[in-house]
């Protein structure tokens, strides 16, 4: 239990359905999940659509904390349907984003490439005075072979023809905003909304695996530990880069505590820092069986670890 509080607010998923999601609070500090509003799962039956699917929900989220009083807010974004470079959530947030004939542009980042104006004139003034922390394992820029459109939107159901027109609404919309947030480490996250988060919050980017360990006090409760146990759906070239398991691992060693991966398959030339790794493709070659009933798998990887410990 890290204290916090949670509410229940209603906004708007990637696709304007309403959603229901949840906001923490602790004082004036307040924890916000961009994929309760935004995520792939809060899609209609699951369809994706690259081009249309919006962060509005989560700027709404954003509004619902600063009524409860928030003034220091940590962003966790990841798992989002959007590419839309955090626009959606801009204009949650008041501002007003128009094309050459002064009419608001559609949401999503397809409809970028129309925008002509930004007029942040009527944003939330409450945000002037708060603070905001990007929470994130993401570490792309907004734009290039390695940005939001070509290395994540395919992913939220975008195809090669989706991706190019992405890569140029992104492109066109970073041009319009100016400076260099497009390039900083990080604005590529969420579709985008870590551009965003920089240039118009004025967010600074923290390790999520980081942030949530400091907010559960991970260390105060991990002290005397004789071994860890960490897992995540894949382990792979992406999961050194920050992911839940690899920054667990990272305390774990500064402390000398043995640390096991459990994991739906590995690529296990990157964990050889791990005193073990545990695979359900080890146990069940058919991946559909890992991901629907995992359970009896994890059981028996379990019984594994405990006989070698």
């Given at each position: 239990?890290?204290?916090?509080?949670?509410?229940?607010?209603?906004?708007?998923?990637?696709?304007?359905?309403?959603?229901?999601?949840?906001?923490?609070?602790?004082?004036?500090?307040?924890?916000?999940?961009?994929?309760?509003?935004?995520?792939?799962?809060?899609?209609?039956?699951?369809?994706?659509?690259?081009?249309?699917?919006?962060?509005?929900?989560?700027?709404?989220?954003?509004?619902?904390?600063?009524?409860?009083?928030?003034?220091?807010?940590?962003?966790a974004?990841?798992?989002?349907?959007?590419?839309?470079?955090?626009?959606?959530?801009?204009?949650?947030?008041?501002?007003?984003?128009?094309?050459?004939?002064?009419?608001?542009?559609?949401?999503?980042?397809?409809?970028?490439?129309?925008?002509?104006?930004?007029?942040?004139?009527?944003?939330?003034?409450?945000?002037?005075?708060?603070?905001?922390?990007?929470?994130?394992?993401?570490?792309?820029?907004?734009?290039?072979?390695?940005?939001?459109?070509?290395?994540?939107?395919?992913?939220?159901?975008?195809?090669?023809e989706?991706?190019?027109?992405?890569?140029?609404?992104l492109?066109?919309?970073?041009?319009?905003?100016?400076?260099?947030?497009?390039?900083?480490?990080?604005?590529?996250?969420?579709?985008?909304?870590?551009?965003?988060?920089?240039?118009?919050?004025?967010?600074?980017?923290?390790?999520?695996?980081?942030?949530?360990?400091?907010?559960?006090?991970f260390?105060?409760?991990?002290?005397?530990?004789?071994?860890?146990?960490?897992?995540?759906?894949?382990?792979?070239?992406?999961?050194?880069?920050?992911?839940?398991?690899?920054?667990?691992?990272?305390?774990?060693?500064?402390?000398?505590?043995?640390?096991y991966?459990?994991?739906?398959d590995?690529?296990?030339?990157?964990?050889?820092?791990?005193?073990?790794?545990?695979?359900?493709?080890?146990?069940?070659?058919?991946?559909?069986?890992?991901?629907?009933?995992?359970?009896?798998?994890?059981k028996?990887?379990?019984?594994?670890?405990?006989?070698?410990?």
């Amino acid at each position: 239990d890290a204290g916090f509080t949670a509410f229940t607010c209603e906004v708007l998923g990637p696709l304007g359905n309403p959603v229901s999601a949840q906001i923490a609070i602790k004082g004036e500090t307040a924890f916000i999940e961009m994929a309760q509003a935004s995520g792939l799962s809060q899609l209609p039956g699951g369809v994706k659509s690259a081009l249309d699917a919006s962060s509005f929900g989560t700027g709404q989220l954003i509004l619902h904390a600063l009524d409860k009083g928030a003034r220091h807010i940590i962003l966790a974004v990841g798992g989002s349907a959007t590419t839309d470079a955090g626009a959606g959530a801009l204009q949650a947030l008041g501002a007003r984003l128009t094309d050459g004939n002064g009419n608001e542009i559609a949401r999503g980042g397809g409809a970028l490439i129309d925008c002509e104006s930004i007029d942040i004139t009527h944003l939330d003034t409450r945000l002037a005075d708060i603070s905001f922390i990007l929470a994130s394992d993401v570490q792309n820029p907004l734009l290039g072979s390695h940005g939001a459109a070509h290395v994540f939107s395919p992913q939220k159901g975008a195809s090669p023809e989706q991706v190019e027109l992405l890569e140029k609404s992104l492109s066109h919309f970073a041009s319009l905003v100016g400076g260099d947030c497009a390039d900083r480490a990080g604005a590529g996250a969420a579709g985008g909304i870590g551009f965003m988060a920089y240039a118009f919050l004025r967010a600074t980017a923290a390790s999520g695996i980081d942030v949530i360990l400091d907010l559960v006090d991970f260390d105060a409760r991990s002290t005397g530990a004789d071994y860890m146990i960490t897992g995540e759906g894949r382990f792979d070239s992406q999961s050194i880069k920050g992911k839940a398991p690899w920054g667990i691992l990272q305390r774990a060693q500064r402390d000398g505590v043995p640390t096991y991966l459990v994991c739906g398959d590995a690529d296990t030339q990157h964990g050889s820092a791990f005193a073990g790794i545990y695979t359900l493709t080890s146990l069940e070659s058919d991946i559909d069986k890992c991901i629907n009933n995992p359970a009896p798998l994890v059981k028996e990887l379990g019984a594994k670890i405990a006989a070698h410990l």
